[in-house]
């Protein structure tokens, strides 16, 4: 055995191992995972929209490169000689020239073309929709504020990168987007015509708009992006994740699976996620510019469609009657002004809203448990609130479309759209509140009688009764593990303390706003302090 051991220590070191001692001597990488390598991380589908959006962006940074090196962000008109015969001889731009070249002279290039714009549809998606898991559960709160600013600065930036990218070939349908754009830049006051000199190098359209535009596309919005992924995921890795409410677990620790496991499941998750956005781009055709045809200023596409994400500021344009005024001797085109500041705020307020229930409900304590929508009423109704605004606005942009598949009036439609967008976000706020405290009541109806069986008893004095089984822990622990707050009223003045202490109207309105935004206005939606004792001194939890 002593031999053996002799022989162990002077065991010559493999190369791969002086190169791992060398790069950790210097980088310390191997003790910085091995720090977090046991780091728990729960696991959820909903935890996998996040994992969507660092993929599709990943995807789109690599076909972006190889778009790049066949692509000539100019507007120098060449006259056409590829392959697609019905264009053959007119004159065109280098940029779009060099898209047909791309689509239909590179190998693989169309393929590449359309996974980089299906990727990029997928990228705001799943931000939007991961940014909605955020918000209705709550995961944005303390200490969470900045990473849920960081994503939110990345939905916009992937917007404003899929328009910017979206107008690079130079084609008539992105030229009619770019048209309104332009419009839109010019109802700004004041600072309006200076905004569109610089965007477009002069007049519109100018003749350095695709140079710039592609400057923006490929270099400042991706590096913009790259740092701000960046600060969220260490942001994210430094506060651990959020976790949903069950057995165990709490503020203070994180159940889920090891390091090892879940980058294994994420890596596999990746190339699911490719999978799925090489398959749409090859049976799914997307943007084909030469159905389109080069851009014309003198020429507008029929039935011109933005991509998804922007269809709620076409839709607001669409609809916006079209009124101007005069002030100070200077006319304010009413009709592009006030959908962009509408649709401004409609993503300001969602950028800002963290702060602002922080502020509404007094919370200032760290949350690291996700909350149940249903348990959050005002939250959950505002959100279906702008979800249903920004649906109606979509509506809008396809208000031509509409018409003619439904063979109705496109005035007809509009005007639709138009009571919708103030009609249809008050009904989703109040049919979801009432929803959300119908569903507290009946979780409130389990906690004290037990889940219905279906059997009906009858008792001695001939009363039919339905059969209650107590509910397991796991599910009671679900349906109690949030903070019960307590009802307007159950207390006298004098015992109050907090936010509400005092007489004076400014302490008395912030008082109301923190209970009514958690629905304490309607007691029967939770139980009440006395029963909340006795149900948690039945059941342990």
Known sequence: ??????????????????????????????????????????????????????????????????????????????????????????????????????????????????????????????????MMRVFFTGAFRKPRELTWVFGFLLLILGMFGGLTGYDLPDDLLSGTGLMVVHGTLLSIPIVGTYLSMFLFGGEFPGNDLVARFHTIHVLIIPALMVGLLAAHLLLVLYHRHTQYPGPGRSNKNVVGLPLKVRAVKSAGFFFLVAGVIFVMAAVAQINPVWLYGPYRPDQVSAGSQPDWYMGV???????????????????????????????????????????????VTDDDSEQHLLDRP???????????????????????????????????????????????????????????????????????????????????????????????EPLDQEHLHVLTQHVQYEPIGSRPAGDREGPDAGSGLARRLHAWLSRSFYGEGTQIAKPTAQEYKEITSKHGT
């Open 1 to 130: 055995m002593g031999g053996g051991s002799q022989d162990s220590e002077v065991r010559p070191r493999k190369k791969g191992e002086k190169v791992a001692e060398w790069a950790d001597g210097r980088l310390g990488v191997y003790s910085l995972v091995r720090a977090r390598a046991r780091r728990a991380f729960p696991d959820h589908w909903s935890f996998l929209l996040g994992e969507i959006c660092l993929y599709s962006f990943i995807i789109i940074v690599v076909t972006g490169v190889y778009l790049t090196l066949y692509f000539h962000p100019s507007m120098n008109e060449v006259e056409y000689q590829g392959s697609y015969a019905p264009l053959r001889g007119q004159m065109v731009s280098e940029a779009f020239n060099s898209t047909m070249h791309i689509s239909f002279e590179v190998r693989g290039g169309l393929l590449i073309r359309q996974a980089h714009h299906w990727a990029a549809l997928v990228f705001v998606a799943a931000m939007l929709v991961h």
């Open 313 to 359: 500021a076409d839709g607001l344009l669409r609809v916006m009657p079209g009124w101007e005024i005069t002030f100070w001797g200077h006319t304010l085109a009413l009709d592009n002004l006030i959908p962009l500041l509408v649709g401004g705020g409609l993503f300001l307020a969602m950028g800002a809203y963290p702060f602002i229930e922080s502020w």
């Open 374 to 468: 249903r348990n959050r009423p005002v939250r959950t109704a505002l959100g279906v609130a702008w979800i249903s605004f920004y649906l109606v606005a979509l509506i809008g942009a396809a208000n031509d479309i509409i018409a003619i598949r439904f063979h109705v009036s496109v005035n007809a439609v509009t005007w639709a759209v138009r009571i919708g967008l103030f009609v249809a976000p008050v009904l989703a706020y109040v049919i979801t509140k009432r929803w959300a405290l119908g569903l507290q009541r009946r979780d409130r109806d389990q906690v004290l009688h037990g889940r219905e069986t279906g059997i009906i008893k009858r008792l001695p004095h001939g009363e039919f009764v339905e059969v209650h």
